[in-house]
């Protein structure tokens, strides 16, 4: 398949995880693969959503282990008929692969969902070389695995530096959707510490997102033109309480502004407006003030800028709200 067709059907990534989007995506890789059209593709620039400075957080339930155990069973079984049906080898096993990876992924099963994103890389190098862009979902999915567990191996930053490689190998025409990867990389760097590389990072994804629309900085600064804090509190209001119902579960919040520095740092951090406990207000404070952000940027350049961050609790019994009592 040519550079040039193969440019007209390639995919990038998802910033948040989803089995159907998944199954669309890939679906779509082999659309291209194989020279077909009438399929939609997907490119990180419709999936990275400008970070807003007001940030509503809310917490997620976990997935019960009892119910996603037996879910793990269903889908492995479904697999495993589909890859006797097609062969170990056949690409159009790669759907299936996304498919149970995004779901290994949505229930944090990290180390199995990687597994089958490897697989699905495997596949696809093998049938359609190792400079396919439709490399470059299954690439970012590696490391948002690595992102969603909090853990920064080697292997995260390579297989997203490699996705920036592939976008600048096909040309001018993917600048946006190598910006948009450069981007990822530069949270990766920030996440690991080093705010010098992060910085550099960000500074190459609006020269080429400016580079690529003549020099108009409108879609970059929709991209980098506000802070975006990285990652999520991982901080509930209240614990497991079998006896909760849906009736008495409440809704509590807690309201703080700040400033995100140049180097994505937390200053000047306060608590403006809160209705849960003292214990779980500080909790909130003490990971927001050691939690890194992406800075804002203006003319290429980090600037520092306010934030405002509101985390929104369910299920909150009578004793976590009112008050910090």
């Known amino acids: 398949m040519s550079r040039k067709n193969q440019s007209q059907c390639v995919l990038a990534t998802r910033a948040l995880a989803g089995a159907s989007l998944a199954v669309a995506a890939s679906f779509a890789t082999l659309a291209c693969a194989q020279g077909l059209t009438g399929y939609q593709t997907y490119r990180p620039s419709k999936l990275l959503d400008p970070a807003a400075q007001l940030d509503v957080q809310f917490d997620a339930p976990d997935w019960p282990r009892s119910g996603w155990e037996a879910e793990n069973r269903r ?34 099963q990290w180390v199995p969902a990687r597994a089958r994103y490897h697989g699905a890389i495997e596949l696809m190098e093998s049938a359609y070389g190792k400079d396919h862009l439709g490399l470059a979902e299954p690439l970012i999915d590696v490391a ?24 600048e190998s096909a040309g001018g025409d993917y600048a946006r959707d190598q910006a948009q990867a450069l981007i990822l990389l530069g949270d990766w ?3 690991t510490g080093d705010p010098d ?4 990072t960000y500074g190459a994804a609006w020269k080429a997102m400016t580079d690529a629309d ?23 209001a209240a614990g497991e309480r079998p006896d909760a119902t849906a009736e008495a579960a409440l809704t509590c919040s807690v309201r703080l502004e700040f400033t995100v520095t140049q180097q994505g740092e937390v200053q000047d951090l306060s608590v403006v407006d809160s209705d849960v406990g003292s214990r779980v207000e500080r909790q909130v404070r003490l990971f927001v003030s050691g939690s890194r952000y992406r800075p804002a940027f203006a003319d290429g350049r980090p600037i ?11 299920n909150c019994a009578a004793g976590d709200s009112g008050g910090n009592s």
């Not at 108009?216 to 990652?231: C, F, I, Q």
């Not at 520092?304 to 369910?314: E, G, K, N, W």
């Open 75 to 108: 889908r492995v079984v479904e697999f495993e008929e589909k890859k006797k049906q097609l062969g170990a080898n056949n690409p159009m096993l790669i759907p299936a692969l996304m498919e149970l990876a995004g779901w290994y992924r949505q229930t944090g």
């Open 144 to 167: 948002f695995t690595y992102f969603d567990e909090r853990k920064y191996p080697r292997q995260g930053r390579e297989a997203l530096a490699r996705v920036v490689s592939l976008y």
């Open 189 to 191: 760097y920030l996440s």
């Open 197 to 200: 590389k992060a910085l550099a």
């Open 214 to 236: 003549d020099g108009s900085s409108v879609y970059a600064e929709s991209m980098l033109g506000r802070p975006r804090r990285l990652g999520v509190l991982p901080i509930q």
């Open 304 to 314: 520092a800028s306010p934030y405002v961050l509101i985390q929104r609790f369910s």
